[in-house]
Structure formats: structure tokens, C-alpha cells
């Protein structure tokens, strides 16, 4: 039976109370060694099934309209070649985050240039590349509007509002009307998407690379138009996700429809151009944010407006002004939102969206603000902390920015910031920026078991670890519970047969796998209680034995039967009475080459507050690559589309620009405040994923404007936007 | 056609399509999946492996080129039970998450080191004929292997990590 746990109250805390002392230690992930030898088993890496076909997906070459023929006779005349794939079950893109439904299964329309119109599949991978490549098609051609700024076809959200912005604006004695542009973003993990689908009768296996397998098995039976219990899903490694493989994708949809018909399994490997076309970008934005101030510098004015696209019938619009609404009070304040419909790759979550971008645009006019003030960008920030959410008055439920600042200001040596544009090392002009950092919290329904024999100890649940240490974190809960050494525990992850958690996503997953865990590991303590007679609360568990009330017993003799639990939790009513959100703050120091544009991101630190950590070392891990994709988005990734066709023109890694290692320096520091959130789940955690990037790209931004004395306003910061902000001389 | 490779010290002859690069025939012919594909077009070094002892993108490579050669993927670096220094010293400092690229940057950081050792400099090397080993060496040399996950500067200590022990 399962435990049903509703997050009603603020909860106690037990893993303060436990004695094993593994819980948030630097523990190395137990799946480490797998990593390093190259034996953790990524879809396509598992022996090749008997049998086993190879399926290359074909794109779209028209931005809209029709598929009147495609070639298929000609291509089963190249040697291995078996089949040409259409079927109106195959999906035009990927489901967005929790779908749990099928997305658009457009039949023989085609809704973007690069969308998925048919799979090749031939006995091997060469021949299969080869007959797609060649494959002809006809199209009936129809108009349509590519880029968000010619499209017609526009949504305007009702503004959100608090107070009155018009009035506060009026009477605000200092403001700042800055318009900002970010480009689309590619999420990039570094494994393709990839799929491989075999048929036993009327159930389907897929090993797929999916972050969340409790929704991926409902969107792909829906798919498919099977039921729910007729899809099995393993996904144990995933080479990253960051969002782009939060639903199920037609590279699975595909190699489902490929194995029935052809009654093979059938493997089905992204390419990484595939990956640029078909997987969900995030949304390029407009931004137009609008700040007012009284001359001492009280924030009393706040509008973040911003304009993104999708394509019809994506329910998803990057959440841009996220953050805008929590960070800083006002007395008005009023955020809306426009959705451009285009025909183009359609746009979902890449690791946090919202403030990946928003938070660039909005916390470098702040530091704008701050200059026309004539106050230090840090001091502005402090001021203006409000009491409650500004927008809905709900009282915070942990929140330490003040400290993150002002810690981060000193560790950073911030108080020795000099004049904007007056130092010079050379051709380098140097500069130091700073940013607030903020994503919010949440809890998803999440289910876990937990089972213990003698002293070793299963937890399973379909929950994945796409790096973000869930195999390490799981472990440490249950360990931490049951008093055990991590060795004698054995995480079970990404198997749908297994009890359904929230998956990877919005930074939700250690929080709430990791409850769920909690819960169950939780009632195998009430057993082991009831067994050596001791209440629950007088029960100690450590080093494999059990202590309470004068009696004790080792486990490995007290639990000759298997015990085991199972538990689930979901959010409840201290979602509605506090707000949960993790908080830091972002430094970075850059030097910016006078003559070239060239930005060097010389050294970084971040300071954060998230709640419980439960492993200072993957959590850090977490934390500094989000920095790091904070560096990508002010300096270098611009996804960038023909304005006549929208087909996708940096689609590979060569053209998409992400960090790598000589971008990053060395002196990248990550330090976490102590905290603890009793409102946001038992565990007192908040999520870790996605904070390190929220605001880390404004403190590069702003300290590129600090070096130079000039302001960037599109972003990222190319070369040729530095020079051109230097104006001229 | 067929090809003759030596692959971690054993010796293979693989029959295979003209097509075939040396990434595919090591991942599905030699089931030594270790070695991943990432891109495809030499971008990323994902797919980085040691060819008579120098590291190159396998997907770059086709099959038909290498016959005679000796090539080392990860799996003949170590095993889960017997971890080399590098290896290691990644477990340890963390210089991974979700592990994808790893192998990649381990084969190159394994090749990058005794470059090092037989004194190659660098783009950014001060002396040209004594080349430190200092993070801004290994940034430069270690470029062409991405990692989105982004654990740059724990690859980095990593590295050196397993330099020292290796000294």
C-alpha cells in the first residue's frame, strides 16, 4: 500500500535529528565509475537487439504546407533499405514538460521547416543516412510569417498587475525604459535523442533518453494510441536533458511505428542537426523593462513586458518576467506578455526558462538604474528586499538574499569596484558585475519504494538522473533513514515499471523524488520501531543497527524479511500560504579588448541559499554549470533562423556556440548559505538546477558594461556589439 | 571490405560498409559503446579516442583508413573495478554530471598529458619550450572537448589531479 503525504504544514526536521551522518556530505556518485569507464549504458549503447534495424528521420524543406509525394520506391531500391516510414501517429516535435498527452500529429501537413516527415530505416545505419539524404519529396507550398517581429498572428496576455504602475511611473523621480533582445537557445545536451523500440505482441519497450518516464509512458502510448500499460520506458543514463528531453520525442514515436510494422526492434539516433531542428528552442525574447525610482533610491515603479513566439498549438510561452515579480517590491508594478505565432522550430523549457533570460534583461536595468541613481548596484538591490511576494502578499518561506549579497560582495571584493570604463590592463578594459539570482520552487506528485533487507537497503522509482545526482542523492536519503553506509544501499532509476516520481525537471526532482524517498524510507522506520518495541521517535538508526528505549538489534538479524514501503507526496496548502524560491547572487569580473570586442570572463563567484543541500558536491556541480550557461547566454549561443524559410542556420556545434573549457576560467566559486525550508517539502530542500544559471548572465552583462562605460542591449555580447557600444570616439 | 585494427591490445579484422567511420565500427561492431557520438561532424570530441597513441574525433575517421592501426578507447584505459589516475580523479572531483562527454574528455586529457610530458606547446604557452601545466594550458588544450553539463573547471582539477599523482 501506499503512503499518500499531502505538504500541508511545515514539516519537521528528521534528517537534522539522524545519525549516519551521510546526508549533504560531498559524497562521490555511486554511478561515477560506470561514467568514467564508459560502461553506464545511454540508449543507443546497449548491444544492438537481434535483428535490429536503423531508422534516420527526414526533415521538412518547406516552412508550410503540404507533403503530396514522397519518393519511396526510389529509395527501397538502395541496397538495405526496408522501409520509408509516413504514418499520421508520427509527431511533429517533442510533447512539452508534463504533457502526458500526444503532441500535434500533423499527418502529411507540414508546420515548420526542419519537422519530421518521415523515417527511413534500412539494415544499417550508413544505408539508411544515404537513402534519407537522397529521398525526394513533393510539396504544395502555403505563406507563412518565420519571424516573430513580420508575424500578424500575435497573443497579448492580460497584464499582471499589482498596485498601479501607471501612476507609480508618473510620479517616480528617476526611471529607466530600456528595450533588450535575446536570441533562441538551443539546449544542446550532449547526447543525441535517441530511441530503440522493440514489440513483444501488443506492448512496446522503449529505451529512450527522456527525462520524465512517469509522463514520456502516457505521451507515447497516446502516441501511438495504445494504452498506458502497454508502454514499458527505461531511461537509467541520460546524456543531459536540460529540458530539451522533457517529453517524448518523434525520434520514439518513430521507432515505436517502425518496429511494428516492420516487426524488428528499430533504433532511431538523432543527428545532432535533427537535434537543432526538431527539439524545442527556447524562445527568442523581446524585452521592454521599465523602472522607476524616488532619488534615494526606492524602487517604486516595475514593468518587465517582453514578447516571445511559438508555434500554433504549443501551449508553452517562455515565462520571461518570472522573477521580475518576486525579487523586488514597488508600489505598482505590471508584467504582459505577447506570443508571436510563427512557422518555425516550436519553442519549450530549456533549463530555467524564464529567468535564463528574463533575469538578463530585468537585472541589467536594475545595474542601470543604479547608475542614474548614483548608487552601487549592490546597495539598490539591498534597499529594495521586499516584507511578501509583491504580487500576492504570500510571505516568503526561506529566504536569505540579503545574506547571499552581501556575503558574495565581500568574499568578491566587490567594495573595491572602481569608476565604470577607468581600468586598463593593455588593450583590456576590466570590469566587475553582479547580479540577484532567483528561481522558484516547487513540489510534483512523486512516488518512491523502499525496500530493506537485513542491512541493505533498494529504492526504486522511475525518477531519472540526467547528472544531476540523483543516484547519489537517492542513495544518501534512504542511507541517512536507515542508518546504513551507502554501499549497502542500490538506487533503481528510469524504469516506468516502477512507482512513478516527478522526473527531471524545474529543479523539482531532488525535492521531490527525494521526499518521496524520505516518506518511505520514514515507514520502514515505524517498522523497525514496532519490531525492537520502541515509539518512533525514540528510534536511532546507525551503522546498521537500531537503538530505542534501552533495546537494540542489529538489522541484518532484526530484518530477516524483506520490509517494503512505499510512499507519495504532492504539494499542498503551503504552496498557497508561502512563496518557496531559492536566492543568491552572481559576481563575475571580465576584461573586455578594447580594439577586438573580445569579453574574457576572468573569475566568477556565486552565493546561494537552497534550502537543504543533500550533497555539497553535486550540488556545487549543479551550481557552477548553470553559471557557466549564464557565460553562454552573455557571450556566445545565438540560434539563429533564415528570416524567409525559418529553417534553423546554426544547427550544429559548430555554429551553435557553447562555453567550452578555454571560455571558462578557473576561478569559478560556488558557496552555499546554510538553510533550511520548512514550507517547501519534508526534506527542507529547494531546487539547485537551474539557480546557478538564473541572473549569472546579467552579472557578466553588467560587468561588461562596467569595464567599458558603455551598455549592451542585445544579447549575447558579440564582438562586434562591444565595439559598436563603445560608440564613436 | 575489411579492415584489421588493434583495439585495446586485441586484435580485430571487421568486415564493414566503405561508409563506415571508425566510431560506429568501435560502438556496433566491437561493442565498445564507451566511446560516444555526440555530434557526428568532429565538433564536440565526444567520440575521441587514441590512434597509435594520438588523439582524434573517431567519427572523423572512416574504417577503411586504420587498417594496421592500434587504437585505445576508454574501455582500455580502465574498468569500474580498476580506474586509472584520470579516471579517478573525475569520480573524485566531480568532473562530470551526466557523463556523456566523459570518455572524451578523458581520452584527450590522457593524450593532452603526455603531450605535455614530450613537451608540445600551445596557443598559449609562454615559453615554447617549457610549457607548464597550468589551467590556462589545459583550457586551451582541452577546447575541443565540450561539456554542456559544463564541469569545465572540475575536468580541469581532475586533470591535474591526476597529473600530480602521475609526477
Not at chain 1, 522607476?292 to 515603479?301: F, K, L, Y
Not at chain 1, 545565438?638 to 546554426?650: E, F, I, K, L
Amino acid at each position: 500500500m501506499t503512503d499518500r503525504f499531502t505538504m500541508d504544514e511545515p514539516q519537521p526536521r528528521l534528517l537534522d535529528e539522524t545519525g549516519q551522518g551521510v546526508i549533504g556530505t560531498p559524497m562521490d556518485r555511486p554511478d561515477g565509475p560506470q561514467k568514467v569507464s564508459g560502461t553506464a549504458g545511454y540508449t543507443a549503447d546497449h548491444p544492438a537487439p537481434e535483428g535490429m534495424a536503423h531508422g534516420y528521420l527526414v526533415r521538412a524543406t518547406i516552412a508550410r504546407g503540404k507533403v503530396l509525394k514522397i519518393d519511396r520506391e526510389g529509395a527501397m531500391g538502395l541496397e538495405g533499405v526496408l522501409d520509408v516510414i509516413t504514418d499520421p501517429r508520427m509527431t511533429r516535435n517533442p510533447a512539452q514538460g508534463m504533457a502526458g498527452e500526444a503532441p500535434v500529429q500533423p499527418a502529411d501537413a507540414v508546420h515548420y521547416h526542419g519537422q519530421p516527415i518521415a523515417l527511413v530505416v534500412a539494415s544499417t545505419f550508413e544505408a539508411a543516412r544515404d537513402a534519407a539524404q537522397r529521398l525526394s519529396v513533393e510539396y504544395e507550398t502555403e505563406d507563412a510569417a518565420v519571424s516573430p517581429g513580420n508575424t500578424r498572428d500575435t497573443e497579448v496576455d492580460d497584464p499582471e498587475t499589482a498596485g498601479d504602475f501607471d501612476a507609480a511611473w508618473d510620479s517616480s523621480e528617476v526611471t529607466v525604459d530600456l528595450n533588450y533582445t535575446t536570441p533562441s537557445h538551443a539546449a544542446a545536451a550532449m547526447e543525441p535523442h535517441a530511441a530503440v523500440a522493440q514489440w513483444n505482441g501488443d506492448a512496446v519497450e522503449l529505451r529512450g533518453s527522456l527525462q520524465m518516464v512517469r509522463f514520456n509512458k502516457k505521451e507515447l502510448a497516446d502516441s501511438l494510441g495504445i494504452d498506458a500499460s502497454q508502454v514499458r520506458i527505461l531511461s537509467p543514463f541520460v546524456g543531459g536533458g536540460f529540458g530539451s528531453k522533457l517529453g517524448i520525442g518523434p525520434e520514439a514515436v518513430a521507432a515505436a511505428i517502425a518496429s511494428q510494422k516492420l516487426g524488428r526492434p528499430v533504433r532511431v539516433v538523432m543527428t545532432r542537426q535533427n537535434v537543432f531542428d526538431m527539439i524545442l528552442r527556447r524562445s527568442e525574447t523581446a524585452q521592454h523593462v521599465r523602472l522607476g525610482a524616488t532619488r534615494d533610491g526606492r524602487i517604486t515603479a516595475i514593468s518587465h513586458d517582453d514578447r516571445v513566439s511559438n508555434l500554433d498549438e504549443e501551449g508553452f510561452a517562455e515565462p520571461v518576467s518570472q522573477a521580475s515579480q518576486f525579487l523586488y517590491g514597488a508600489d505598482g508594478l505590471s508584467f504582459t506578455q505577447t506570443v508571436a505565432r510563427i512557422a518555425a522550430t516550436p519553442a519549450g523549457s530549456v533549463r530555467a526558462p524564464g529567468e535564463a533570460v528574463g533575469m538578463v534583461a530585468f537585472e541589467a536595468a536594475i545595474d542601470e538604474l543604479a547608475d542614474k541613481l548614483g548608487m552601487d548596484p549592490l546597495d539598490l538591490r539591498l534597499k529594495n528586499l521586499p516584507e511578501k511576494h509583491p504580487m500576492d502578499g504570500r510571505p516568503y518561506s526561506a529566504r536569505r538574499l540579503a545574506d547571499c549579497l552581501t556575503e558574495g560582495a565581500e568574499l568578491f571584493g566587490w567594495d573595491a569596484r572602481w569608476e565604470a570604463g577607468s581600468r586598463r590592463e593593455g588593450d583590456w578594459l576590466i570590469g566587475m558585475g553582479m547580479s540577484s539570482a532567483a528561481r522558484s520552487n516547487v513540489l510534483v506528485k512523486s512516488a518512491a519504494r523502499v525496500r530493506l533487507t537485513g542491512d541493505r537497503a533498494i529504492v526504486e522509482t522511475d525518477m531519472t538522473d540526467i547528472g544531476t545526482g540523483s543516484y547519489a542523492i537517492l542513495n544518501q536519503i534512504a542511507a541517512e533513514m536507515l542508518g546504513l553506509s551507502p554501499d549497502r544501499v542500490e538506487v533503481r532509476l528510469g524504469d516506468s515499471d516502477l512507482p512513478g516520481a516527478s522526473g527531471s525537471g524545474g529543479s523539482f526532482g531532488a525535492s521531490s523524488a527525494g521526499s518521496a524517498t524520505f516518506l518511505a524510507a520514514k515507514k520502514i522506520r515505524a517498522e523497525i520501531a514496532r519490531k525492537i518495541g520502541c515509539s518512533e521517535e525514540a528510534l536511532t538508526l546507525q551503522k546498521g543497527r537500531a537503538r530505542g528505549d534501552n533495546r537494540e538489534a542489529d538489522l541484518s538479524g532484526l530484518v530477516t524479511e524483506e520490509i517494503v514501503a512505499e510512499a507519495e507526496i504532492e504539494g499542498g496548502k503551503t504552496a498557497e500560504s508561502h512563496f518557496s524560491s531559492g536566492f543568491g547572487a552572481h559576481f563575475a569580473e571580465v576584461a573586455v579588448n578594447e580594439w577586438t570586442g573580445e569579453v574574457r570572463v576572468r573569475r566568477m563567484l556565486g552565493v546561494m541559499s537552497m534550502g537543504r543541500i543533500l550533497n555539497e558536491k553535486t550540488a556545487r556541480s549543479q551550481a557552477l554549470g548553470g553559471m557557466i550557461w549564464g557565460i553562454g547566454t552573455a557571450l556566445t549561443e545565438d540560434m539563429q533562423s533564415d528570416s524567409r524559410d525559418g529553417h534553423v542556420v546554426t544547427r550544429d556545434l559548430a555554429n551553435y556556440h557553447v562555453p567550452s573549457h578555454a571560455d571558462v576560467p578557473g576561478d569559478m566559486q560556488v558557496v552555499f548559505l546554510e538553510e533550511r525550508d520548512d514550507w517547501a517539502n519534508p526534506i527542507q530542500t529547494k531546487g539547485i538546477g537551474e539557480l546557478g544559471i538564473s541572473g549569472a548572465g546579467a552579472a557578466v552583462i553588467n560587468a561588461i558594461s562596467h569595464a567599458s562605460g558603455h551598455r549592451i542591449y542585445d544579447i549575447p555580447a558579440l564582438p562586434d556589439r562591444v565595439i559598436s557600444s563603445f560608440g564613436v570616439k | 571490405m575489411k579492415t584489421t585494427l588493434t583495439v585495446n591490445g586485441r586484435s580485430h579484422e571487421v568486415d564493414h560498409d566503405t561508409r563506415r567511420t571508425l566510431l560506429d565500427t568501435l560502438r556496433d561492431d566491437l561493442d565498445l559503446p564507451g566511446t560516444k557520438k555526440g555530434c557526428d561532424h568532429g565538433q564536440c570530441g565526444a567520440c575521441t579516442v587514441l590512434v597509435n597513441g594520438q588523439r582524434v574525433n573517431s567519427c572523423l575517421c572512416l574504417t577503411a583508413m586504420h587498417d594496421g592501426d592500434e587504437v585505445t578507447t576508454i574501455e582500455g584505459i580502465g574498468s569500474p573495478e580498476r580506474l586509472s589516475a584520470l579516471q579517478k580523479a573525475f569520480v573524485e572531483k566531480d568532473g562530470y554530471q551526466c557523463g556523456y562527454c566523459t570518455p572524451g574528455q578523458i581520452m584527450s586529457a590522457t593524450a593532452m598529458l603526455k603531450e605535455m610530458r614530450d613537451g608540445a606547446p600551445s596557443y598559449v604557452s609562454d615559453d615554447l619550450d617549457a610549457a607548464e601545466l597550468s589551467d590556462a594550458e589545459m583550457a586551451e588544450r582541452m577546447s575541443g572537448n565540450l561539456c554542456r553539463c559544463s564541469a569545465y573547471p572540475l575536468i580541469r582539477e581532475a586533470i591535474a589531479m591526476a597529473a600530480e599523482v602521475e609526477k
